[in-house]
């Protein structure tokens, strides 16, 4: 019997750094090869195709190399010999990504993205686990239509749905508002639950000009007027608590809508959904009134990747408000 193919496309991160002696800190310098060498006994349960697509750390990743990463991804999972795909990623913004992929790809195999919080020079170097569980993730048939899977520390956790959540826990990647789909348990996924709500934008285009700012006591409108005034086509609002934001902010929102700049309002809360529930001025009432854009329960980062994509397919007011607010807001929920 033939053991499926799984394609994996490297893209760098901490799974594929080591320290160099020289500055004493870790950088990008492992092959797919040399990582793939180190996934022990993965030849029994399926056949590897390496791919490099390049050594990026985290930070280095940005929305046009994630939408020519999208083009790669597409291509390798619409070949017939290929079961799924997993990437390679560095965990700064490999939920961002993991997202985009979510968004912008429609297909029933499983796209898995995978990384590492510890370089292969420290004790514990979790990139070989992670990987081995990834497949294991990737060649079940239980992981078909469930879009971009994040698997981390044998944990499978949905692309819209997790975030980083430490800076050093090898468990950084958790799914804080609904737990985990699953677990990777004697080399074979188990799930405990469905991926339901997701959304597909159909675009091979992104707008990049997209800025994001987050809200705190006291702010006034200063950062938003900028970002009006430097070309910004979108502004993601992380607002406080349930969606509000500091009276003096409403000034910089309103220049923004006049000017038609999409406002897109999310939490600066790690969990909950904005709604325009306080009346005060400065409140997510007032905000709605006002035009802005309600996104939901997604944290800000992942808001301005999905505003992104939206800006690319639409401009009209009402269909932008449609994609940014499926499924999240009480007008248009199943």
């Known amino acids: 019997m033939s053991k499926p193919k799984v394609a994996i496309i490297f893209t760098g991160g901490t799974i594929s750094m080591s320290v160099d002696p020289r500055i004493g800190a870790a950088i990008p310098s492992l092959s797919s090869d040399e990582i793939m060498s180190l996934v022990t006994n993965i030849d029994k349960f399926a056949e590897i195709e390496s791919i490099e697509f ?28 290929i079961c799924g795909v997993i990437i390679t990623h560095g965990t700064d913004t490999l939920e961002e990504t993991a997202y985009l992929l979510d968004l912008s790809i429609n297909c029933e195999k499983p796209i898995v993205v995978v990384g590492a919080m510890r370089n292969s020079s420290e004790l514990g170097y979790d990139g070989p686990s992670n990987l081995a569980a990834a497949v294991c993730t990737v060649i079940s048939p239980h992981s078909k239509n469930k879009g971009v899977l994040v698997v981390m520390n044998n944990t499978v956790n949905a692309a819209g749905e997790v975030t980083k959540t430490n800076t050093l826990s090898l468990d950084t990647f958790k799914s804080l508002e609904f737990g985990a789909l699953g677990v990777v348990d004697n080399d074979r996924v188990i799930y405990h639950r469905n991926v339901v709500n997701r959304q597909y934008i159909p675009t091979n285009k992104i707008e ?32 406080l608590g349930r969606g509000n934001v500091p009276p003096q902010m409403l000034e910089g929102i309103k220049y ?17 959904r904005v709604l325009d529930t306080y009346g005060y001025e400065g409140g997510g009432k ?38 940014m607010e499926h499924g999240q807001y009480y007008e248009n929920e199943i």
């Open 54 to 81: 390049g050594k990026l750390p985290g930070p280095h990743m940005d929305p046009l190399k994630m939408m020519e990463l999208r083009s790669l991804v597409l291509k390798t999972v619409q070949r017939e010999d």
């Open 208 to 239: 990049t000009n997209v800025d994001l700012i987050k809200c705190a006591a006291g702010m006034d409108s200063k950062f938003i007027k900028y970002s009006v005034d430097t070309g910004a086509k979108g502004i993601v609002l992380e607002a």
């Open 256 to 272: 923004a809508i006049d000017k038609g700049v999409f406002v897109v309002v999310v939490s600066r809360c790690p969990t909950g």
């Open 286 to 323: 007032q905000l709605r009134e006002m035009g802005a854009i309600f996104g939901g329960d997604l944290p800000g980062q992942k808001a301005r990747i999905k505003l992104m994509l939206a800006l690319s397919v639409t401009q009209d007011e009402k269909e932008l408000r449609d994609i």
